[in-house]
């Protein structure tokens, strides 16, 4: 079975830019999750999608967002770029929707390192 | 709010021997999940261990395994007989999620 991919691998931006970010889950997995990775805040919950809807969303502005599609693939969003954005975002995908509660292992795609310039 | 802390951004450890990695945690929930996830250099992250909140056998896989205290909210990794492959960046994960700043062990020759 494919594993989570995820698209582009590697993206070069300037600030005041806008960028997409996508990832295919593992087939038969429903959840998406979307992550930022930095070296000095470690791995931060952007959003989850399940079914299409977004179910649980992390603490960021208003300029990162998503969307996930009937196939369960996922997009990113990141509007107006900034230089605090140069981050890897990883996407991972799970059966089910992850709640406090569930038992839910994310399997994890390569990431997209995004650097703004 | 839920909280993952791991205290430790790097250790090192030499091939062979034993090493511990700490994390604590908070959360109001009184049935979770915590995991241990393995990001070796530039490949992707992957599950560990995982612990069900309600089982008070401690999880073990191979050479990895845990020590769960629940009432302190501590769920530290123990890694026995480290290999060079060991080396990786160690997340530490509640069910929510949420996820630890990460521990970067480094397993030396």
């Known amino acids: 079975k494919a594993g989570v991919t995820q698209t582009p ?9 806008q960028v997409t970010l996508s990832c295919s889950p593992i087939s038969g997995h429903r959840s998406v999750s979307w992550y930022q990775q930095t070296p000095g805040q470690g791995l931060q919950f952007l959003f989850e999608y399940f079914s299409e809807t977004q179910r649980n969303k992390g603490n960021f502005p208003g300029r990162f967002s ?27 995908s799970s059966l089910e929707s992850g709640t406090a509660q569930s038992y839910n292992e994310q399997f994890f795609g390569p990431g997209t390192r995004l650097t703004v310039l | 709010a839920q909280t993952v802390t791991q ?20 959360t ?32 073990t896989e191979n050479r990895f395994s845990v020590n769960f ?26 069910s929510g999620p949420r996820f ?7 397993v030396k020759p």
């Open chain 1, 66 to 92: 998503g969307r996930q599609f009937s196939n369960s693939r996922s997009e990113m969003n990141v509007s107006t770029l900034e230089l605090g954005d140069s981050a890897l975002y990883l996407c991972a």
């Open chain 2, 100 to 106: 630890g700043a990460g521990t970067r062990l480094t």
């Open chain 2, 69 to 94: 205290q629940k009432a302190a909210k501590s769920f530290s990794l123990k890694i026995s007989d480290s290999q060079l492959g060991d080396t990786a960046m160690y997340f530490c994960a509640l």
């Open chain 2, 7 to 26: 205290s430790q951004p790097e250790m090192s450890v030499q091939e062979a021997e034993t090493v511990t990695l700490s994390c604590t945690y908070d």
């Open chain 1, 9 to 17: 691998r590697y993206l070069i931006k300037t600030r005041g830019q």
């Open chain 2, 28 to 59: 109001s929930e009184s049935n979770y999940y915590l995991f241990w996830y393995k990001q070796p250099p530039s490949r992707q992250m992957i599950l560990v261990i995982r612990q069900e909140a309600y089982k008070q056998q401690n999880a």
